[in-house]
């Protein structure tokens, strides 16, 4: 194994790692700031988007209820080249209120020492299924719901990002003033 091999071999336990211990920040450090990445929940996110993603799905019970109490990551078969690798990884939670065992298997390609592409596969009706119950049963494999998914994902990924980028209020703000120009 070369150098380069062993350390996007380092890379991919190392963020995945972090992903089971709920450490967004360390995620998102292993991504090069020219990411691209790509799963069938979110479709194709690209630069911050991808770990502002990580960072959404951990963030606690405000983004996700079920899903932040009940994760559990798991990782394993690890490979990497000096341009690529792979990983199988494991995820089992709660999406509103039903269990989920999502199996993943990841593709990486690295550049500058970090991940430049990550994608996801996964079988969406199988998830749809554990997921969403009977609706995912029936129409998980239709293009619709894989749709209105990403539609409902990319949805909660930009509110969160309005929020975690929205400018702290001032407390400098001016003060009101009465219809007769007296200071309130």
């Not at 630069?47 to 502002?52: F, H, I, L, V």
């Amino acid at each position: 194994m070369t150098e380069a091999s062993a350390s996007n071999k380092a890379l991919i336990n190392k963020f995945y790692t972090a992903f089971a211990g709920g450490d967004a920040k360390t995620m998102q450090s292993c991504y090069h700031e020219s990411i691209v990445f790509e799963d069938p929940a979110f479709g194709v996110l690209t630069g911050s988007k991808a770990g502002d993603m990580w960072e959404m799905l951990l963030s606690g019970p405000r983004e996700n209820p079920d899903v932040t109490k009940t994760l559990t990551i798991e990782h394993s078969n690890v490979e990497a080249t000096a341009t690529s690798g792979s990983a199988n990884w494991v995820a089992h939670y709660k999406f509103s209120g039903n269990p989920v065992e999502n199996k993943i298997k990841a593709t990486f390609e690295f550049k500058d020492g970090l991940i430049i592409q990550h994608t996801d596969v996964f079988d969406f009706w199988v998830w749809s299924s554990q997921a969403l119950g009977l609706t995912g049963y029936f129409l998980g494999w239709t293009s619709f719901l894989n749709n209105q998914v990403k539609g409902q994902t990319n949805g909660k990924l930009a509110k969160f990002v309005a929020r975690k980028y929205a400018p702290a209020e001032s407390s400098l703000a001016e003060p009101a003033t009465a219809k007769n120009g007296a200071t309130k």
